[in-house]
């Protein structure tokens, strides 16, 4: 019965003066506990927003990276058109002059004529190139010393 008796005291006494207590020390708590959590939290997204900036910044000074490349690239190919011009218009008519071409030659100039038209070449090499195919194929081995092959005409 004493066990009973404690039991009875402690809900009749003790208990409705620790409830409003323990019930104000939750309710300090829970809000310090959310406050913590919530702070947490908007750390994290900050971390997460200085993040997604940095990537933005990168990706922006790729992107300009890109565009000077891409703008080299196209001088370089311009370049390379006019380069490729030169020497179709020098191999061509030193063959039309010769009167002939080489398998050799000839396979050279072609590969090199698809080339100029993939980059963008204009038609004044293909009126060239168009006589250039009409001339006689030969087995030979062209000889420094040929006619028109002084000075690179």
Do not use: C
């Not at 997204?45 to 933005?56: A, G, R």
Request: hydrophobic share 35%; no cysteine; aromatic share 8%.
């Amino acid at each position: 019965m004493d066990v009973l008796q404690s039991t009875e005291h402690f809900f009749m006494n003790v208990l409705p003066v620790a409830t409003p207590i323990v019930v104000a020390w939750m309710g300090y708590k829970m809000p310090k506990k959310t406050k913590e959590q919530t702070d947490q939290i908007i750390s994290e997204l900050s971390e997460v927003k200085k993040q997604i900036k940095d990537v933005q910044i990168t990706a922006d000074e790729n992107n300009a990276k890109i565009d000077e490349v891409q703008t080299k690239l196209k001088l370089h190919d311009d370049a390379h058109l006019v380069t490729m011009r030169m020497r179709l218009d020098r191999d061509i008519r030193r063959a039309i002059r010769r009167g002939f071409t080489t398998k050799d030659e000839f396979y050279v100039v072609e590969n090199m004529h698809n080339s100029y038209k993939a980059l963008g070449g204009n038609g004044y090499i293909d009126h060239l190139y168009n006589n250039f195919e009409a001339l006689q194929i030969r087995d030979d081995i062209l000889i420094e010393n040929e006619k028109g092959a002084q000075n690179g005409l």
